[in-house]
C-alpha cells in the first residue's frame, strides 16, 4: 500500500485533513460501541445477581427479578423459530430449487426484500389488528407477528448457503436415481445447514432485541407459568420479554433495574454474534474443500 | 429445472411421485406466504388507517397542527408529527451517512487487515444491539446533557419550554448512531466490489491513496453506497422504542429545542390506551409511516436494479 504513488514526496494539506477526518469517524464508530458495552456491563454489573436472575417479579412483595421475563423470552424465541424456520427454509428451497425465473419469482424476491425493510412498529400494529383479533394480547400473538418479520433472515441465508452447494451435489444425487425430495433432504439440506443455522440465530438475536412489535401484541405479563399446564396456557396469554421490561422499567425511571436487564440482554446478544462468527467461519470451510 | 420423474429402480413409483408432487406443492406455499405476508399487511394497514381520515377530514389530520386526542372537542392533527420524523430522519441521516461511509472507507482502504478484521466484527456488533438500549443510553446519559446545554442557552429566554434533555437533538443525535452500523456494512461491500483494475490504475496514473478514494472508489460505488444511505434512512425512519423517551413526550414542531413525536413514537407513546377514533387516527399515522417506508423500499429496489443494469 505504501509508497504506491511516485508523487509521495509531495504532502498535500487536503488529503492530509481527508485522511485525519477517516481515522476520526472510524475511531468514532469503534469508540462508540466500545463505550456502550462497557457503559452497560459497568452500570448494570451491580444491580445483576442470582435472586435477581432466578425471582418472578411481585410489586406486592417490592421484590424484582426477571426470570418470568426471561422465560417469556425463551417462550417467543422457540416458539416463533417453530413457525418461521420451516418456512423461511421451505420458501428458500422453492426459489432456489424448484422455482423458474419469472414474475412469480421475482414476485416473491420482492416481498422478501420488503419484509426486510418494514420497521418493526408496524409489525406490531399489524399483529395487534390481525393476530391479536384472534388471540388477543398473548404469546401466540406476538410469536405469530414476530414469525412474519424474521421470516426474511431465515429465508435469505438458507438461500445463500443453497446457492453455495455445488451443481455437482445435485446432478450427482440425481444422476445415481434419487428423487429431488430425496436430494434436497439428504443432500443439500445437510450442506446447507451451516448457512441455515446463521439465519436462525440472526433471527434468534432479532427476537430477544425486538421491542416495538412485541408491545401491542405479547404485550407486559411478567409471571413464571405454573407447571405443565401452565406453559401450555401461556400460550394464550401475554407475556412480556425482557427487552419490554426494560422499556417499562425505564418508563418508570428505575434505571438500576433497566441497567440490570440491559447487562443481560447485551451479554446475550454477543454470545449470539459470536456462535455466528463460527458458524460462518465453518461455512467459508466447506467451501473452500 | 430437468424432467421431474424418478429414475428409482426401487419402491413404488406412484407414492414417490406422489411425495415430489406434495414436497413441491409444501415448498410453493411456504415461497407464497411472503407474498401473503405482505399483501396481507398493506391490505390492514389501509383498512385500519383510512376510516379516520374520512371522519376526521384529509385535510384535518395531514395538515392539522393541533394534537388534542382526549380533549373534550379532540384534534388530531398529525402535520408536526409528520413533519418532526422528515426533519429527525434528514438530520440523523447526514451525520450518521457521512461518518459511516468514511469508516467503512477506513476498514476496506485504510486499514491494515488486521485491524480491519477487529473493527469491522465491531461494527456488526453495533447492528445487534437491542434498540430499547440504545434508548436507555439516551435518557440516562444524553438527556442529562442536552438539559445542561438548554439551561445555559435558553437561561435568558422566559418563554422557553424546558423539556429536561428529552427534544429533538437527542433523538436524532441517538438515530444517527443507530444507522451508522447499516450505512457501514452496506458501503464496505460496495467499495469491495469495486474492481480493483481502477484502483491499481488510478494508482499507477500517480494519483495519491486519497485521491483514489474520493476520485475513483466512492464514485465508482456510488449506487451502492446511495443504497446504503436509503437503507439507513429506512432504519431511521422506523425506529420506534429507542427514541420514544429521548424525544419527549408533546408534539411541538420540529426545532431542535422542542419536545417532539416522531411517527413511530406518537404511536408508541399512545397505543397502549388509545380507543375508538384516536386509535383509530394512531392507525393512520402507522399508515402515512407504511407509505413512507414503501416509497424508499421501492426507491432502494431501483437503485439496486440500477446497478445490476449498469
Known amino acids: 500500500m505504501e509508497h504506491a504513488s511516485i508523487m509521495n514526496k509531495k504532502r498535500r494539506v487536503s488529503d492530509q485533513l481527508l485522511e485525519a477526518l477517516i481515522y476520526l469517524c472510524a475511531f468514532l464508530a469503534v469508540g462508540l460501541l466500545l463505550g456502550i458495552i462497557g457503559y452497560v456491563f459497568w452500570r448494570g454489573f451491580r444491580t445483576v445477581n442470582w435472586s435477581f436472575l432466578v425471582t418472578e417479579q411481585s410489586p406486592t412483595k417490592g421484590i424484582m427479578g426477571i426470570a418470568g421475563n426471561i422465560v417469556n423470552t425463551l417462550y417467543i424465541v422457540v416458539l416463533t423459530l417453530l413457525a418461521a424456520t420451516p418456512i423461511g427454509v421451505g420458501g428458500a428451497i422453492y426459489l432456489n430449487e424448484y422455482a423458474k425465473p419469472g414474475k412469480f419469482v421475482s414476485l416473491v424476491q420482492f416481498t422478501i426484500e420488503t419484509l426486510t425493510g418494514i420497521p418493526s412498529i408496524i409489525f406490531g400494529l399489524f399483529g395487534n389488528v390481525f393476530f391479536g383479533k384472534i388471540f388477543g394480547y398473548s404469546m401466540l400473538t406476538g410469536a405469530l407477528t414476530l414469525t412474519i418479520m424474521v421470516l426474511p433472515l431465515i429465508a435469505r441465508n438458507t438461500q445463500e448457503a443453497l446457492r453455495t452447494v455445488p451443481d455437482s451435489y445435485r446432478s450427482g444425487a440425481l444422476g445415481i436415481g434419487a428423487t429431488k425430495w430425496y436430494m434436497i433432504r439428504t443432500i443439500l439440506l445437510p ?75 447485551l451479554a446475550l446478544v454477543l454470545l449470539l454474534n459470536l456462535l455466528t462468527k463460527y458458524l460462518a467461519g465453518r461455512l467459508n470451510v466447506e467451501n473452500r474443500k | ?81 409528520i413533519l418532526t420524523s422528515i426533519v429527525g430522519t434528514t438530520a440523523a441521516v447526514l451525520i450518521g451517512a457521512p461518518v459511516g461511509i468514511l469508516t467503512a472507507v477506513f476498514i476496506e482502504e485504510i486499514a491494515s487487515p488486521r485491524l480491519a478484521a477487529i473493527v469491522k466484527p465491531a461494527v456488526e456488533l453495533l447492528a445487534g444491539i437491542p434498540s430499547v438500549i440504545y434508548g436507555l443510553l439516551g435518557i440516562y446519559l444524553l438527556n442529562p446533557m442536552m438539559y445542561k446545554l438548554e439551561i445555559a442557552l435558553f437561561a435568558d429566554a422566559p418563554d422557553h419550554q424546558f423539556t429536561g434533555g428529552a427534544n429533538l437533538i437527542s433523538a436524532v443525535i441517538v438515530l444517527a448512531v443507530m444507522i451508522l452500523p447499516t450505512v457501514i456494512n452496506v458501503t464496505v461491500s460496495a467499495l469491495h466490489a469495486v474492481p480493483k483494475q481502477q484502483k491499481a490504475a488510478s494508482l499507477a496514473m500517480g494519483a495519491t491513496r486519497i485521491q483514489t478514494i474520493f476520485k475513483v472508489l466512492l464514485p465508482s460505488a456510488r449506487s451502492g453506497i446511495a443504497a446504503a444511505v436509503v437503507l439507513g434512512t429506512g432504519r431511521a425512519i422506523g425506529e420506534a422504542m429507542a427514541i420514544t423517551l429521548v ?58 436494479k440500477g446497478r445490476e443494469d449498469s
Open chain 2, 247 to 304: 424525544s419527549g413526550s408533546s408534539v411541538n414542531m420540529p426545532l431542535p429545542f422542542n419536545s417532539v413525536r416522531f411517527l413511530t413514537t406518537a404511536i408508541v407513546a399512545e397505543m397502549g390506551y388509545a380507543a375508538g377514533l384516536h386509535r383509530q387516527v394512531l392507525f393512520t399515522i402507522g399508515l402515512v409511516l407504511f407509505v413512507f417506508i414503501m416509497f424508499i423500499n421501492i426507491s432502494l429496489t431501483k437503485i439496486l
Open chain 2, 1 to 81: 429445472m430437468a424432467e421431474k420423474q424418478s429414475f428409482s429402480i426401487k419402491g413404488n413409483r406412484k407414492n414417490k411421485a406422489l411425495v415430489e408432487h406434495v414436497a413441491e406443492a409444501v415448498f410453493t406455499v411456504c415461497a407464497l406466504l411472503a407474498v401473503v405476508a405482505v399483501a396481507s399487511i398493506t391490505v390492514y394497514m389501509i383498512i385500519n388507517g383510512t376510516p379516520a381520515l374520512f371522519k376526521v377530514g384529509i385535510k384535518e389530520i395531514l395538515f392539522g397542527t393541533v394534537w388534542q386526542p382526549a380533549a373534550k372537542d379532540p384534534s388530531f392533527g398529525i402535520l408536526y408529527v
Open chain 1, 191 to 265: 450442506s446447507a445447514m451451516p448457512g441455515i443455522l446463521t439465519g436462525v440465530i440472526l433471527a434468534i438475536g432479532r427476537i430477544v432485541g425486538e421491542s416495538a412489535a412485541l408491545l401491542f401484541t405479547a404485550g407486559s405479563g411478567y409471571y413464571l407459568p405454573k407447571g405443565g399446564m401452565g406453559l401450555f396456557r401461556k400460550l394464550f396469554e401475554s407475556g412480556g420479554t425482557m427487552t419490554i421490561e426494560l422499556y417499562l422499567q425505564m418508563a418508570k425511571g428505575k434505571y438500576d433495574v433497566a441497567f440490570g436487564i440491559a447487562c443481560v440482554l
